[in-house]
């Protein structure tokens, strides 16, 4: 399969939902006019192509529909295309000049760092370069493992340390072995870092001025990873990094599996980066160096619209050869059911032949060598009479143990109707149980409401005896008050 082969099949997805959608809604319009070009600016975005781009594209298609004069909504697809095409640009590949060359490989976490360099060394070496490989990333456990065994299938060596060690370190002992060595690419795998985090994007400034120091004037390409699967996410990745690291091309992962290659055309035109790698697929050969000519004529070819498979027309060019096999197969059917039908009219002659061989056959003689023939009809009667009345004892043993099942069963039902009656007769006990108990307590209160008048009553005696106490101590005061006078 040649590479463009694989680039269109890997932008299938993309294909599909993008040009799809852009192409429904063309073709929803007889005329051209503002609503059309709302419709498209909108589907654009919703592709993952981004705000300003699709604003863009918008913008410069009115301008070229104007100056052409065109009406008929069907042509718009070749402006599309040929605006795409100017913004994507001429393509810009690896720097890789000098020996040794240097290529830091930096990202998030998850978007195929350590798959791409084991893709790329594979690549490099299969253009006749000597490749090592730095394996920086002592942060993730099992990273230095995982791009051990990349490295094992490209057939490159590599440089690594243990774990938990200064990535710069192992940079440096990289660098030192390329150029004992005589290596022409060293490929630098880091630990994954958001830009936001200040210790990691210090330590990536100290790989940059190791490779400075130990490898001046070499040639360095400073890619940045994104996956394809996370869209516009991907391009504020691509910002946030351009901001703190010297960002010079990207590698897009994860294509072929996701219908947001839009973003290629976002990255282009609002970052200025240049996509330089893309993946295709899981195989070491499906990382291929970007072509954007490509990109646009995969994106927009109508190959595999319009053109019938090659297994097509071999199917139609062997038509005739299909009747005659036809033929043939009905031929052996017709036989195979006059096989049958004679096989049938046989087996018919063969059932009416034998009836005249039955008739045919002698009498057997009258005492012949079987004991059983001897027997007199008498003893046959008898024997016929002795298994009916056994029989009839079978079954009436069967009927008995019948009836003693339903005994049985009936009994079991008597006890069970008992069970209940028991059950219903002590939940009537239990009812009477609890209205004497609520009986009981509707006495204590009783007994409790007189208690508390009882006790009204003594208190309004005390009242009253309080008072009249009262009127004596007053009627005695006045009685001294008066002596007192006199």
């Not at 370069?129 to 099992?142: G, L, M, S, W």
Request: charged share 35%; glycine share 6%.
């Amino acid at each position: 399969m040649g590479i463009f082969e694989k680039i269109k099949k890997g932008l299938l997805k993309t294909k599909e939902s993008m040009l799809g959608k852009i192409k429904g809604v063309i073709n929803s319009f007889t005329k051209i006019d503002e609503e059309l070009f709302e419709q498209l600016e909108e589907t654009m975005i919703m592709s993952d192509i981004g705000v300003e781009t699709s604003m863009l594209i918008c913008d410069e298609l009115r301008k070229k529909i104007k100056e052409k004069g065109i009406t008929d909504p069907s042509l718009i697809m070749e402006l599309i295309q040929e605006i795409i095409a100017d913004i994507m640009g001429d393509d810009q590949n690896l720097d890789l000049s000098t020996k040794p060359s240097v290529i830091l490989v930096i990202g998030v976490n998850g978007v195929g760092k350590t798959t791409t360099i084991g893709k790329l060394c594979y690549q490099l070496k299969n253009e006749g370069k000597k490749v090592i490989v730095a394996a920086a990333d002592t942060f993730r456990a099992a990273a230095v493992d995982q791009l051990e065994i990349w490295s094992q299938r490209a057939g490159v060596e590599i440089v690594k340390h243990g774990e938990g060690s200064d990535p710069a370190s192992v940079v440096y002992d990289a660098l030192d072995a390329a150029m004992a060595r005589k290596c022409d690419v060293v490929v630098c795998d880091t630990a994954g870092r958001l830009h936001n985090k200040k210790n990691l994007m210090d330590e990536l400034a100290k790989i940059n001025r190791v490779i400075d120091k130990k490898a001046e004037g070499c040639a360095k390409e400073v890619l940045l990873v994104l996956d394809a699967t996370t869209g516009q996410n991907a391009v504020n990745q691509a910002k946030m990094f351009k901001e703190a690291a010297n960002i010079t091309g990207i590698v897009l992962t994860k294509l072929d599996g996701t219908a947001k290659g839009g973003i290629v055309i976002s990255i282009k035109h609002e970052l200025g980066i240049p996509v330089k790698l893309i993946g295709l697929g899981e195989k070491l050969d499906d990382l291929q160096p970007f072509n954007s000519h490509d990109f646009v004529k995969a994106l927009f070819d109508d190959d595999t619209e319009d053109k019938v498979k090659e297994s097509d027309y071999e199917r139609l060019d062997g038509d005739e050869d299909i009747e005659y096999a036809d033929d043939a197969e009905n031929d052996e059917s017709d036989e195979i059911i006059e096989n049958i039908y004679n096989d049938d009219n046989e087996e018919e002659q063969i059932t009416e032949i034998q009836p005249e061989a039955e008739e045919e056959k002698p009498e057997p003689e009258e005492h012949t060598e079987f004991s059983w023939n001897t027997e007199t009809d008498d003893d046959i009667v008898w024997s016929a009479a002795e298994s009916e009345q056994t029989e009839i004892t079978d079954t009436e043993g069967q009927t008995e143990s019948e009836q003693s099942e339903t005994n049985d069963t009936e009994e079991q039902t008597e006890s069970e109707q008992s069970e209940t009656v028991d059950t219903e007769e002590q939940e009537e006990s239990e009812q009477s149980e609890t209205n004497d108990t609520e009986e009981q307590t509707e006495s204590e209160q009783s007994e409790t409401v007189d208690t508390e008048e009882q006790e009204e009553s003594e208190q309004s005696e005390t009242a009253d005896t309080e008072e009249s106490e009262n009127t004596k101590k007053k009627f005695s005061f006045k009685n001294l008050f008066r002596r007192k006078k006199k």
